[in-house]
Structures are given as C-alpha cells and as structure tokens.
C-alpha cells in the first residue's frame, strides 16, 4: 500500500519536473516562452498596465527604461510575443469592439519570471497577453469581444 503511494508520488513529481513551472511561495505557475501566433482575432487578454513609477508595472519599460504616464498609447506583451525585444518601439493595432487602436510595445509582460519588485509583485504573465495603458483602453471599451492585434 505505502509503496503505491509512494511510486504515484514519484510519478506526481515526474509529471511536474517535465513542465516548466515557476514555484513560488507554494504556487505553481506556468512558465511561457511562447505565444500563440498572431491572427486576427488572436484572443488575447486585454489588461490593464500603469507604466508610471510606482505602478503596477514595476521597474521601467524594457525597451527604453523609461517610466510613461496613462495618456501614452503603450503596450507591454507577453514574452512570446515581445520575443526578445524585437516587438519593442513597434506599433500594434488592437482592434476591439469595432475600434481600432495603434501602440506602442514599450515592455515585456514577463511570462517566466514574476512576483518580485521587477514584476510590480504580479505573477508570472499567461501568453497571450496584452497589457496595456488606460489610453488604450478608453476607445476600446469594456469587456470586449471580437478581439485582436496585429503588427501595425
Ligand atoms: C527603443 O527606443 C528607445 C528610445 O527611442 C531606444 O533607447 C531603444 O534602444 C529602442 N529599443 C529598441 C530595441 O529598438
């Protein structure tokens, strides 16, 4: 009896170790190094980022490690998609509601790292994020269907 549990558990372990997961303070999180492709609609989650110092972005914007105000169309994207830096200082049209909005990718939303002062204390992305300022939002309007984003 105690040898089964102990072989499930071992089995337990190897399905985890064979993930990537980021443990931290006792809960898992996936770690993305991908992101689905981009087509429209890419079904992204639309979020909510504060790029200004002390926002919940964390530390300053990857590309430029500048820190902007919520008036800026900016986006930070999930590391797929950022794909090391190659997003960055590019615009995106994110379509939503029938409106189109262009920003511009000014951060990485960190799909393999989180909960640390770099992160803003927020946990590791998902992979198809898009975290964007309240400017963005604004003609975007909330909740929204029909979504996506495109290389602009
Ligand atoms: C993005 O633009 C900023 C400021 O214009 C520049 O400092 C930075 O090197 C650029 N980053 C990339 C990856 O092109």
Redesign the pocket.
Known sequence: MAKNVFLFSVLLLAVVLSRDFLEIEGELYTIYTRSPPVSSPTNELLTLNIFHEGGDGGGPSE??NEYRSDDNLVVALSTGWFNH?SR??KSITISANGHNVVAMVVDECDSTMGCDSDHGYRPPCRNNIVDASRAVWEPLGVPGNNRGWSDA
Request: one cysteine or more.
């Open positions: 590309c430029d830096e960055c200082n």
